[in-house]
Structure formats: C-alpha cells, structure tokens
C-alpha cells in the first residue's frame, strides 16, 4: 500500500493550504485516514483523522481552523488548512489504516513540509 500526498508549502501567518493524500488500494479496505505532523525536535501528533461513519477527530490545536475530508469511494483525504500560525510549521504525514487479508495495518505516506513565516 502506497500513500502519496500533494501539497504543502510556504505561506504567511494567516495564509491557507489544502493537503491532498490517495491510497493505492481499494477504499473498501481503508478504516480511516488522516494527517498526522512532526516538527523539529518534537514527536509526531495526530493533526485530524476520518474514520467509519465519517467520524472526524482533530487536534485541539487546529479545531475550527482545519477541516478533514475523505472520500471513501476514491480512497483519498483532504486536510483544508486555514488561518496557518507558526507553530502549525511541521512535516505532515498521510496515514490510512488498512485491512487486508485479516490484518490491520497503518501506512504512512512520504511527507510534506509545510511552512508558516512572515
């Protein structure tokens, strides 16, 4: 299973950015998808995730700023990011947990370096 993620960058405080991860295997073997961020120095944390029945979680960080989407039919996740700070700086991880063959397993895709600074 590959997870390529579009996106990204390098914006001003305030600015917006649109995340965009796809799965190479079929939608009905995904449990859930989502964006997870690693910053210099510091462990990885769960940004927002999609799960069964659409249930969403997000970070206490990014609540009301960033917005999750998933479509289930093409296997993808969207992570809409408005009102960016600094501390939203981080490499962003796609991630989708996925049954196959009677195992469950988390993938991660390759990473994206988003950048917030005047």
């Known amino acids: 299973v590959q997870l390529q993620a579009f996106g990204g960058g390098a914006v001003p405080p305030g600015g917006s950015l649109r995340l965009s991860c796809r799965a190479s295997v079929s939608p009905f073997n995904i449990i859930s998808m989502g964006w997870y961020r690693q910053a210099p120095g510091k462990e990885r944390e769960l940004v927002a995730t999609s799960g069964i029945g659409a249930m969403t979680n997000y970070a206490d960080s990014v609540k009301g700023r960033f917005t999750i989407s998933r479509d289930n039919a093409k296997g993808t996740v969207d992570l809409q990011m408005n009102s960016l700070k600094p501390e939203d700086s981080a490499i962003y991880y796609c991630?989708?947990?996925?049954?196959?063959?009677?195992?469950?397993?988390?993938?991660w895709g390759q990473g994206t370096l988003v950048t917030v600074s005047s």
């Open positions: 991630n989708a947990v996925v049954i196959q063959r009677g195992s469950r397993d988390d993938y």
